[in-house]
Structures are given as C-alpha cells and as structure tokens.
C-alpha cells in the first residue's frame, strides 16, 4: 500500500510519536488507520454474531424490566407496565434507527460522542460533541451501577429465601455490589480476548433464562394450585398509586422503566474498532438487539403478571419484588431460588456488558483530552490490547456510586433515572443537528460552518422516511427528558424525591467547567475517512 499522511483527526499523542520519529531518525513504523483517522489501537475479536451477542446481552432488556418493575407497577399496575412498554419501544426503534443510520454512516468506538461532534457542522460541532461525549460516559457509568445494584439485590433475596427471619440492610446490598462489580470489572480488565466468548454464552443464558422463566410461570401456578391472575388484572385494570390526579400523565411518567430497559441501543456501537466491516455490522446488531429485546421482555412481563395472586405482598416486598412474583408463581423455594438465578446469572453478564462499553466510551473522549487525566486513560494496555486504565477508572467510579446506595434508599431509583435522561440527551446532541443541517443532502457541498459533508453508509432510510424518523425521535426525547426528572410519587420529601435532574445537572455543570479549562486546545473527532482515503501503511508527520 501507498503511504498515507497524517491526517487532523489522529490524536495528539499519535502525531508526536511520529514527530519523534522523525527527529532520531527512525524507520517509521507500519500503522493500520481506520475509518476514524486514528491508529487502530484495539484487536478486531468480534464477529458480526458476537457483535450481536454484547447487544442482546449488554441490553438485557426482560431481565431489566424484571429487575426494576417495581418503580413502573406504581403507574398503572401490569396494564400500565404493557402498554407503557410498547410505547417506549416505539419511540426507541426510532431512536435506532436513527442511530443506526448514523454508525452506518461514521462507525467509532466514540459513538454518539464522535456523531454529535460531525452532525452540527464544523462550527458548533466541537462543544456539542464534548457534552455529548461527558453525557454518554457518565450514563454508561449509572447503567453499569443500576445493573450491579439489581445483582446484589438479587443475592440478597436468595439469602432472604431460607432465612425467614433475615432482616436486609442497604449495607447487605453494598457488599455484594462490590463483590460484583469488581468482578465483572475483571473479567473486562483480564479476559479481553475472552469476551466475545463470554458474550455468547451470556446470550445463551439471556435466551434460555427467559424461555424457561416464561414456562415456569405459565405452568406453575396451575400445578401449585395458586391458579392465575385475571385478564381484566393483567390487561384492563388500571391502578394508578403516584397520587397524581392526572392518568396520562402517569402513563408517560411509567415510561420510565420501560426506557431503562430498553435505552441502550448505542452499545454495540462502541465496538465499532473491533469488528471488520462495522459500517454494515453495527447497524445490524442494533436491530438484533431491539428486536430480541422487546419480545423476551414482552412475553416475559405478560408471564409473570399472570402468575401474580397478591398485588399487595409484591408491593410491600421488604427487598426484591420480583423475588415475591416468583414465589408466587413457584410456591416453592427452591423454585424461586432457581428463577432468580436464571435473572441472576444474565444480570451478570449484562453487567460485565455494560463495563465493556463504559470503558470504551470513556477511553474515546479522553484520547481526545475531553476529560481530567486523558493521557492516562487514554492508553491501552499493551498486554491485554484494551482501554485498562479507563476500565478501573469506571469501577472506581461505580464503587463509589454504590456507597451512595447505603445512604440512601431512594439511590437506586436516581441512577436509573439519570441513565435514561443523559442517554438520551446524548442522542438527542447527535440526531437534532443532523436534522438542521438537512441530514445527507449536503455531502458534496462546499465546506461551511453548518455542513457536515456525510455520505450515507449501507444503512439508509431515505430522505423523507428519514427525517420523519429524526423529528419523532428527537421530539419523544425532548418532552419526556422532562417527565422522567419529576417525582416518582406525591406527596414527597427529601427521600422520595427523584434526583435525576440533580444529578444530569450536576454533570452537566461539571463538564461545562472544564469546557472552560480545556475546551480552548480541544479538537474533537472529525469526519471519519472513506474507503477510498483509509489504507493499511506507513504513519508518517506531514512536513
């Protein structure tokens, strides 16, 4: 291949290395840039079926749904957590198919952060992109937490199961939240070339585990001689408890649950570095995941509403509410010991998922210097070929997320909410330019402030289909970005309050903060090259 010249999207830290190279007179060395215009740093491990593998297992969405389907039962009970979940997922397969169209076009491991930073144009592209890129990381970082949390509370209940007389403490919860998220934060550190391995078999469990949940509580009750709750319960009987005067407010604000579940449609996308032909596999791992997504968690919801026979146990549980449908399903330990084990064991893996793609996020902004200490997590590990340092970083993080959780019982609540807002104001950073700058039309137009100049990958809606698609997305984003900040239930205090604006807010002054210490010398990512400018040769300082 020819030699190919730097070009403005490599990293800082790239570009000095050449130069140094140049300087002591040294060969250069043979370098692989991609489609980004960085060196591609990170081994291709995964396949297009792996890639499918991290999505269905890093969104997980029957066991999410399962794991947090208290906060939703309060806002309609079982037919407010259906039809609410239908709802969402409408919106959401907008969102990625939005996405999609957009990986498809730039793939990068920097997702949203690198999309955001190209759809405003070269003008306001540098500070939007910024903020979506502090937006993404710190979601990833409470969807990591949220997933550790439904773990060891679900260990808690298996321990509560044979002891009757257990009284659980958030302090409980705490320890097997460490103990979990540092192992699945090893197993991310340690097991690099393992993962698409590991994945496959958390793919299994996810598929198998809702398949035998789904018939155990089908068939269950009927053998156990508890029988089944009533169409009209699971369908028709609405049962508003958030004291708020207003149902369809209720219903918009019980979305929430079902957008945790489902809110992850950018995963696969931070991959995109170790998967050959991203621009047509990421789009179709999005999809995959979606789809495999809404119909386990749909069937596996409509499973266990049936196999509900004392709303009031459920709602009063003194931990883990899906412990309580289980053993009402089972009417047996053991049964609903094997049952939470079956949610257990692709929480896991989901959390070790959600590591993966925390770790990558906050690697790609800080190899842009966008964060505090980017030349040390920016680096990869010459050993275990990944993002090391950035990884520690989030479990360092996510520790100190959990302490909050012993502090206060209403935590948990807070991160799911500030998962779902700063994804989706992430997304919203990228989808809402690229409708402003008409989106594909201007891609051979001269170079402006407001012109993106993106050409259309493999996966392309089309004009019209296109924007309609864009517009809902972002306008389902904009309103209910709202919504989920308001308090779960009133009346409220302190406690029960919902500090997801707080915590959104909190972020987002931070990251503008820093905006005014580095966002002078900040560059940012740039257009990503074509096929016909990327090429496997020799790295070399422009002179």
């Known amino acids: 291949m020819a030699a190919t010249t730097e070009k403005t999207t490599m990293p800082s830290s790239d570009s000095e290395k050449g130069t140094n190279m140049a300087e002591k007179g040294q060969a250069p060395q043979l370098m692989e840039v991609n489609e980004t215009g960085h060196v591609q740093e990170l ?54 198919a939005s996405l999609a169209e957009l990986a498809s076009s730039m793939p990068s491991s920097a997702g949203v952060y690198h999309w955001a930073s190209i759809t405003p144009g070269p003008k306001y592209g540098r500070i939007i992109g910024w903020f979506a890129g502090w937006w993404n990381t710190f979601a990833w970082m409470c969807g990591t937490a949220t997933m550790a949390s439904i773990s060891g509370q679900i260990c808690v209940a298996m321990y509560g199961l044979y002891h009757p007389d257990y009284a659980p403490e958030r302090w409980h919860v705490f320890i097997a939240y460490l103990i979990i998220t540092w192992t699945c934060c090893s197993i991310v550190l340690f ?71 489902v809110g992850t449609p950018d995963c696969v996308s931070h991959l995109a570095e170790e998967i050959p032909n991203p621009k047509r596999n990421v789009p179709f791992a999005i999809a995959a995941q979606m789809v495999t997504g809404f119909v386990t968690a749909f069937c596996f919801a409509i499973a266990i509403f049936y196999s509900i026979s004392d709303m009031d146990a459920v709602l009063g549980a003194p931990y883990f509410p899906l412990a ?25 893996c989901c959390c070790t998922g959600t590591f993966i793609t925390c770790g990558r996020c906050l690697w790609t902004i800080a190899r842009d210097e966008a964060v ?49 807002v700063l994804t989706t104001l992430s997304y919203v950073a990228a989808i809402l330019p690229f409708i402003f700058t008409r989106r594909f039309s ?41 919504i989920y900040c308001f308090p779960y239930a009133k009346p409220f205090d302190a406690v ?31 257009a990503l090259l074509h096929d016909e400018d990327v090429t496997h040769g020799v790295m070399q300082s422009s002179t």
Request: charged share 5%; with cysteine.
């Open 43 to 96: 081994e291709r491990n995964f396949s297009l079926f792996s890639i499918c593998a991290v999505g269905i297992v890093t969104g997980n969405t029957w066991a999410a749904l399962g794991g947090s389907i208290v906060i939703a039962i309060y806002n309609g009970g079982p037919p407010g957590v259906l039809y609410e979940f239908i709802a969402v997922s409408i919106f959401y397969w907008l969102i990625a």
């Open 191 to 261: 097991a690099n070339r393992a993962l698409p391995t590991i994945n496959t078999i958390g793919l299994f469990f996810i598929l198998a585990g809702v398949f035998i949940t789904i018939i155990a509580c089908v068939t269950l009750p009927h053998t156990a001689g508890t029988g089944y709750a009533s169409s009209s319960f699971v369908w028709a009987e609405w049962s508003n408890q958030t004291g708020y005067s207003s149902n369809g407010f209720v219903f918009c604000a019980g979305m929430l649950n079902g957008a945790y579940a």
């Open 324 to 348: 309580f449908i289980y053993a009402q399903a089972t009417s047996s330990r053991a049964g609903t010991t094997g049952l939470l084990f079956l949610i257990l064991v692709p929480i896991l």
């Open 372 to 420: 505090p200490f980017s030349g040390t997590l920016s680096k990869i590990h010459p050993k275990h070929k990944n993002p090391f340092n950035a990884t520690i970083f989030c479990g360092v993080f996510c520790t100190i997320l959990g302490s909050i959780y012993v502090g206060s019982s209403t935590a948990f609540n807070a991160f799911v909410g500030s998962f779902v």
């Open 442 to 482: 201007r891609m051979s137009a001269t170079p402006g402030p407001f012109t993106n100049n993106m050409r259309p990958g493999p996966y392309q809606m089309g004009h019209y289909l296109g924007y309609a698609v864009n517009i809902i997305a972002c306008s389902y984003i904009l309103v209910f970005a709202v």
């Open 496 to 526: 029960s309050m919902n500090y997801a604006s707080l915590i959104t807010g909190s972020m987002t002054i931070f990251a503008a903060s820093w905006w005014f210490v580095k966002g002078g010398n900040y560059i940012g990512p740039r």
